[in-house]
């Protein structure tokens, strides 16, 4: 059978190693010509010697060059901080992902997830409600009980959505969310943060999914999705007894217990008007002289997400797949597939 | 340490083979009520309540400590809890701010502690001292520990010097003066 070469992966495989096209070059002892017209499509059939030494270059297998997929580029919403992200950075994070999904579309065609509860949409104009209401209808639906949500991530994968941690190496990057025609809700986030921010920008991307099926201007979005995981982590009027006259040692002993950051119970004080704007500056001010702005005491433990590892477990478990079954699977090498998707402790080749 | 306040001198020395089990005591005690109350019963505390629960855990530790050891008596004077070391020292444990003072309203017995005044039931020429913690504004940490005279004589506090714990004198140059015989001091 004849294979195609796909330009698309190559971009894509280039993108998550990091590489410019003249690393690659380099790496693969060709030229930065034949790689620029490979990804713009001019030169069409690189031959097998060329693919199997770019492939090499790359670490994956040849059989990604020549997959039949397609990436998708992300939804041009949901960026936090997306103005300061350089280029290179965000293809590399859109490379992951592209990679991720596809690993996943290919996981779920053998696999079904647990679901206790569907993942719904919500129309704010259409109910006349704010974020608000939205994420306490949502707490309802999904049956929270009252107070804290011990596991936001395990709630949200009961209720289908499929949670994927990454390193996306940068800060200024935490989630990304979307929805793709015949998969689950998917929800990407950056593994790289404290555990208290994880849940808040984890319900934020909840709020996206939710509410925000029409781009909107991002600031409305992300203004709404903020409200939303407000309420959704820290119902009003639960957490209001614990807020009154506030100050940042009591906030600190709340923190634990609503696994929130300070910097967010200061925030819904203020959402709630509990506070003045001159408590809300004087507050601040305490946070920034304690120096909570580098780290905040009490940290709050990052959330373990299950849903691939789930998948990959089925697969080597009940379906009884080798690894070089799943690293064909996957268009992965064994040893990216072992270090990606097992406990395995990862080895770094020292130069 | 020449110019040293004699009685510091005296009040140290007589603790200086003790600070190594002492010092640990609040770091321990801090850990405990962070990691062993629960953090809905922490939420729910004021300031008051979290100090006296640390009061409690840290008093739990001197006892686990000290109890057995021939020269120190634990003694409970109509609701203070003091530790009397040899007859030459009594120590009271406090939460103290960040210039080393406690900031509750004291009874008439805790100013006769500070004060040095006879108290019945506690040895009459022992010098008072409080050993001060001063936890961090998250109650997550101790920012150290201090042993105090009161009323502003002098302060020591407790180090970890590459783990060998060590005291030294913070006693601030110029104190605010607050009492008679610290402005006679002075003078």
Redesign the interface.
């Known amino acids: 059978m004849e294979r195609t070469f796909n330009r698309a992966m190559l971009e894509v495989a280039r993108a998550a190693r990091g590489f410019t096209q003249g690393d690659l070059a380099r790496e693969a002892c060709v030229t930065q010509a034949l790689i620029s017209k490979l990804e713009n499509g001019l030169t069409t059939d690189p031959g097998p010697e060329t693919v199997a030494a770019i492939a090499d270059a790359l670490g994956f297998p040849e059989e990604f060059l020549y997959s039949g997929e397609r990436p998708h580029g992300l939804p041009p919403f949901h960026y936090r901080k997306r103005a300061r992200l350089g280029k290179k950075a965000l293809s590399k994070i859109e490379a992951d992902i592209n990679i991720r999904r596809i690993h996943l579309s290919k996981l779920l065609k053998s696999y079904e997830p647990p679901k206790e509860w569907d993942f719904p949409t919500i129309d704010l104009a259409q109910h006349q409600w704010t974020p608000r209401q939205a994420a306490q209808s949502l707490r309802g639906h999904w049956m929270v009980p009252r107070g804290p949500i011990d596991n936001v991530t395990a709630l949200a994968e009961r209720a289908g959505a499929i949670i994927i941690q990454l390193d996306f190496k940068t800060p200024l990057l935490d989630a990304l969310s979307f929805r793709l025609p015949g998969m689950p809700p998917l929800i990407f986030m950056n593994a790289n943060m404290p555990g208290d921010r994880y849940r808040f920008t984890l319900s934020h991307e909840i709020a996206h999914l939710v509410l925000h099926h029409h781009p909107e201007t991002d600031e409305a979005m992300e203004e709404q999705a903020d409200e939303f995981a407000a309420e959704f982590l820290m119902p009003a009027r639960e957490v209001k007894p ?1 807020l009154v006259n506030p ?4 906030l ?3 923190k ?3 696994k929130v950051s ?1 910097k967010a119970l200061i925030v819904q004080c203020s959402r709630l008007k509990l506070i003045t704007p001159r408590q809300y500056t004087g507050l601040n001010v ?1 946070y920034s002289k ?1 120096g ?1 702005g580098k780290g ?3 940290p709050i433990e990052i959330e373990k997400s299950s849903s691939l590892s789930d998948a990959i477990s089925f697969h080597l478990r009940a379906l009884g797949y080798s690894v070089e079954e799943m690293s064909r699977l996957l268009m992965l090498k064994p040893e990216e597939f072992l270090d990606t998707y097992t406990d395995r402790p990862q080895l770094r080749i020292v130069k | 340490m020449d110019d040293l306040d004699p009685e510091q001198k005296h009040v140290m020395e007589l603790l200086e083979a003790d600070l190594s089990r002492i010092y640990p005591i609040f770091e321990n005690a801090l850990a405990l009520y962070n990691s062993e109350i629960t953090a809905k019963a922490r939420a729910e505390h004021d300031d008051t309540a979290a100090a006296k629960a640390m009061h409690c855990h840290v008093w739990a530790g001197f006892q686990r400590a000290f109890l057995d050891e021939p020269g120190y008596t634990f003694l409970e004077v109509r609701g203070l809890k003091v530790l009397n070391i040899r007859d030459q020292v009594v120590l009271r444990a406090k939460k103290v701010d960040v210039n080393g003072r406690h900031r509750n309203a004291d009874t008439a017995q805790q100013r006769a502690f500070d004060a040095q005044e006879d108290i019945p039931g506690m040895p009459p020429a022992a010098t008072r001292v409080v050993i001060g913690y001063q936890p961090d504004i998250a109650f997550s940490e101790v920012e150290r520990v201090i042993i105090r005279r009161p009323k502003g004589l002098w302060v020591s506090q407790i180090v970890d010097v590459d783990e060998d714990i060590q005291w030294v004198d913070i006693t601030p140059v110029e104190l605010p003066l607050q009492s008679g015989e610290r402005r006679a001091k002075n003078i």
């Open positions: 614990y100050s940042l040692g009591k600190a002993r709340i634990p217990y609503w300070i305490n304690a909570f905040e005491p009490h």
